[in-house]
């Protein structure tokens, strides 16, 4: 049976009770309407029989005085006027009295009694006989106008009741039809609470029936439905949480969850095996985090956890939640094949470019000589070109290998740009002849010196040259500028009016091993140089920009920052004039060609073979400085600098490592040459090493105390740099190269400033000395490890560093 709505079951209802009211109030209405008609009616009728009486009564006393005045023949038509109209008033009358029979007796009997009087005129009784029946027909009227009113008012009192009965019959009839409407509504809606409140409870088979009103059994529908599609989505949400859960628990991967109070909520099996340390429940704070958490969010952080495992880890924040997710991962066998890959590309360079040293260095010098016969000349410049070519594959290669390794390193100082450029094109000029290529040259003397590594700054414009020589035509131009970009940058472009680049090709120009030209160009060359630029670029924190397009040609243009230091490459070179070096290699042919490359600059030299051999003429004879080779038998260029560090006579004797070795962070700082060895480069390092004969000496300390400790130092000739917060002293840190941290007890972070160092000056035994000033109560400092000197000997302490061990009041760094 098909089931109303609730919305029509309401109009019908409605409909029902008005109806019904309607009916009731019209049948009241009616039956007062007929009352009052019937009212009206007798009261009509009384009042004109009243009348009538009246009327009757006054024609009988008018026939009864004509009667005694006019007996006689000449009163006869009088008393016959009086007699009709007596008469005509006693049938309007009985006319009138026809539907009350007391009414009409009263009326025949006055009639009686009046002609009664006409036979008796004189008598006495026969007028009172005539009379009391009007008498009595007018009392009549009166009560039935009495009666009526009475029956009227009994009828309105009848139809009254029977409305309001009616009426409350229909309303509690109306009442009953609403309770079980609400009935049939609230038992469909009850279920549906409860079923939803099941749902919610996690009951997934939890339905409902469907009947009830149309609208709740479309409502029972699609709550079923929906019931039935989250009972579907739980069910996969299980099955996708319990694939999770083992897809986590059989993870080679650690994973720790905390929340946002840094309390570990979850861990896998796996993180109880590579960090047992971070259970469930554990808090994790800066000091017991895996590793530090901004680093781990930015990108992998590798920990060596110990000497046979290496942990790389990374991290997550749960937005929502406020916690992290830790993933530590176990890369010890990749950390070995890295130790494996750098140990294959130190032996294969030192292979390759120690051999290939020799042959450039002396190629070189033959090419130099002045009795070559023109064939012979022409010989040299092919053997080389070609070793050229050699030498800058190889030096591609490692550089890429080291990018690789994040092993890739810079040391940077104030250097003139315009220098460089003309170290480099002169050696360039040759090449350029092969195809009659113009090359000109825009770079100011003047122009702000740049904070960068020089032998990196030739190698990036070296390539750069390159690149514009190969994909030039013959007859092209190239040209080189170099400005200042603001206050704080130096730039130079190198242009070319070649071949020029597409969009796509400008897009993938810095990838590794990518070629501009098409199937027919035959333009040489690894692929490698662009992206070695970009590499070091991005390590002197610069910027390398290029514009171009097809047919016109192409624009390289690269910012590096400037140098705030004072000094000048000409000024590193002079130092070197009239200076005894000690050239230490166990490879004779390479050592002689770093001594001959020195000839140049002005420099004595003499040459050692083994490190023990070095050690023993360092100390009997003076030197001013030491070139040093790493990788050399029995006695390691590591083993010499530790020597050379803890000999008070010999612990400020500059060195310079010339070698193919490609582990630099290994060498702490120390001034590097890499084979094949550039005689600027070797003349820069070895002039800045002579030239930095004191340590370098950073003061982080509060203002108010600054101008007293510089003048101290400043008395002492102890040049310094000044820092007043953790934060900046880690920044000068990455920067430049301390030896020595003065730190003031007094900082509210001092702990923090000490434990942020990172002294890399070329001295192997790096200090920290701990300094108070006088208002201070230097025994409060114990949290710091160190007992603080007074302020006032803090220059003494730091020329003592220079030739004496470092002594029980500073910090080993």
């Given amino acids: 049976m098909r089931r109303l709505s609730i919305a029509r079951s309401l109009q019908l209802a409605l409909l029902g009770l008005t109806v019904a009211l309607t009916a009731i109030a019209a049948l009241g209405v009616g039956a007062l309407y007929q009352s009052r008609q019937d009212y009206e009616d007798r009261l009509a009728e009384g009042l004109q029989l009243q009348a009538s009486a009246g009327r009757l009564l006054a024609a009988g006393v008018v026939e009864e005085a004509t009667l005694r005045l006019r007996r006689g023949p000449d009163g006869l038509t009088e008393r016959r006027r009086a007699r009709a109209a007596y008469r005509a008033a006693n049938r309007e009358a009985l006319a009138l009295a026809q539907g009350d029979a007391a009414s009409t007796e009263a009326i025949t009997a006055a009639a009686a009694g009046q002609q009664l009087l006409r036979?008796?005129?004189?008598?006495?009784?026969?007028?009172?006989?005539?009379?009391?029946?009007?008498?009595?027909?007018?009392?009549?009227?009166?009560?039935?106008?009495?009666?009526?009113?009475?029956?009227?008012?009994?009828?309105?009192?009848?139809?009254?009741?029977?409305?309001?009965?009616?009426?409350?019959?229909?309303?509690?009839?109306?009442?009953?039809?609403?309770?079980?409407?609400?009935?049939?509504?609230?038992?469909?809606?009850?279920?549906?609470?409860?079923?939803?409140?099941?749902?919610a409870g996690g009951e997934d088979d939890a339905r409902v029936r469907e009947d009830g009103p149309d609208e709740l059994r479309l409502l029972a529908r699609s709550f079923n439905q929906m019931a039935g599609d989250v009972q579907d989505a739980a069910t996969r949400l299980r099955r996708e949480r319990d694939r999770l859960d083992v897809t986590v628990r059989s993870l080679g991967d650690a994973l720790v969850q905390t929340d946002a109070d840094g309390v570990v909520v979850s861990a896998n099996p796996r993180a109880g095996e590579l960090v047992p340390e971070l259970a469930v429940g554990t808090v994790l704070d800066a000091a017991s985090a895996p590793a530090e958490l901004a680093q781990a969010l930015e990108g992998e952080v590798v920990v060596e956890q110990d000497e046979t495992r290496t942990l790389a880890i990374t991290a997550a924040r749960l937005p929502e939640q406020g916690g992290v997710v830790w993933t530590i991962r176990d890369v010890s066998e990749r950390a070995r094949l890295e130790r494996l890959k750098s140990e294959f590309v130190a032996t294969a360079s030192h292979e390759l470019r120690s051999p290939l040293t020799s042959i450039k260095g002396f190629v070189e010098l033959l090419a130099s000589g002045e009795d070559l016969q023109p064939r012979q000349r022409e010989f040299l410049d092919i053997v080389l070109v070609s070793t050229n070519r050699l030498v800058d594959l190889v030096n591609d290669l490692l550089d890429v290998a080291r990018v690789e390794a994040g092993r890739l390193e810079i040391h940077r100082r104030p250097t003139a740009l315009h220098?460089?450029?003309?170290?480099?094109?002169?050696?360039?000029?040759?090449?350029?002849?092969?195809?009659?290529?113009?090359?000109?040259?825009?770079?100011?003397?003047?122009?702000?010196?740049?904070?960068?590594?020089?032998?990196?700054?030739?190698?990036?414009?070296?390539?750069?040259?390159?690149n514009a020589h190969l994909y030039t035509q013959e007859g092209g131009a190239i040209s080189i500028t170099g400005r200042a970009d603001g206050r704080s940058a130096v730039r130079f472009d190198v242009a070319d009016d070649g071949r020029g680049m597409s969009r796509e090709e400008i897009a993938t120009v810095f990838d590794r091993f990518v070629r501009v030209g098409g199937e027919g160009d035959r333009t040489t060359g690894s692929g490698l140089g662009l992206s070695i630029v970009k590499s070091l670029v991005d390590l002197h924190e610069g910027r390398v920009d290029v514009e171009s397009a097809p047919g016109v040609g192409t624009t390289f243009s690269v910012r590096l920052p400037v140098s705030s230091a004072v000094g000048t490459t000409a000024a590193a070179r002079d130092a070197l004039r009239g200076k005894r070096v000690l050239v230490v290699d166990d490879e004779e042919d390479v050592a002689r060609l770093v001594a001959e490359r020195l000839v140049d600059f002005g420099v004595q030299t003499e040459i050692a073979r083994d490190g023990a051999g070095a050690l023993e003429r360092l100390r009997a004879e003076r030197f001013d400085a030491v070139t040093l080779d790493i990788l050399m038998p029995g006695m390691s260029g590591f083993e010499v600098m530790r020597a050379l560090r803890a000999d008070p006579d010999l612990a400020r004797l500059p060195v310079v490592v010339v070698s193919v070795f490609s582990g630099r962070e290994a060498l702490s700082g120390e001034w590097v040459v890499s084979k094949p060895i550039d005689p600027g480069e070797l003349a820069d390092a070895l002039g800045a090493a002579v030239l930095a004969d004191r340590v370098r000496v950073l003061a982080v300390g509060r203002p108010e105390i600054r101008d007293e400790l510089d003048r101290g130092l400043t008395a002492l000739g102890i040049e310094h740099e000044w820092a007043t917060s953790p934060q900046e002293a880690t920044a000068r840190c990455a920067q430049r190269y301390y030896e020595v941290a003065l730190v003031d007890a007094g900082l509210p972070d001092a702990a923090q400033v000490i434990a942020g160092l990172d002294l890399r000056g070329r001295r192997l035994r790096r200090s920290v000395v701990v300094f108070g000033s006088a208002d201070d109560e230097i025994s409060g400092y114990a949290r710091l490890d160190a007992e603080p000197v007074p302020i006032s000997d803090a220059g003494a302490v730091v020329l003592g560093l220079l030739d004496a061990p470092v002594g029980s009041r500073a910090q080993d760094g």
Avoid at 428 to 450: C, H, I, M, N, Y
């Fill in 419 to 466: 220098e460089v450029v003309q170290e480099v094109t002169t050696l360039f000029g040759p090449r350029l002849a092969t195809k009659r290529q113009r090359l000109s040259v825009d770079v100011p003397e003047d122009l702000p010196r740049a904070h960068a590594d020089p032998a990196r700054v030739r190698q990036i414009l070296t390539n750069l040259l390159t």
């Fill in 119 to 199: 036979l008796r005129p004189t008598s006495a009784t026969a007028p009172l006989a005539a009379r009391e029946p009007l008498a009595r027909l007018s009392r009549r009227q009166t009560q039935r106008i009495a009666d009526a009113r009475d029956e009227a008012q009994s009828e309105t009192r009848r139809a009254v009741i029977a409305i309001v009965s009616g009426g409350g019959l229909a309303f509690l009839v109306a009442l009953v039809l609403i309770a079980a409407l609400v009935a049939a509504v609230r038992r469909p809606l009850d279920d549906l609470v409860g079923a939803s409140a099941r749902l």
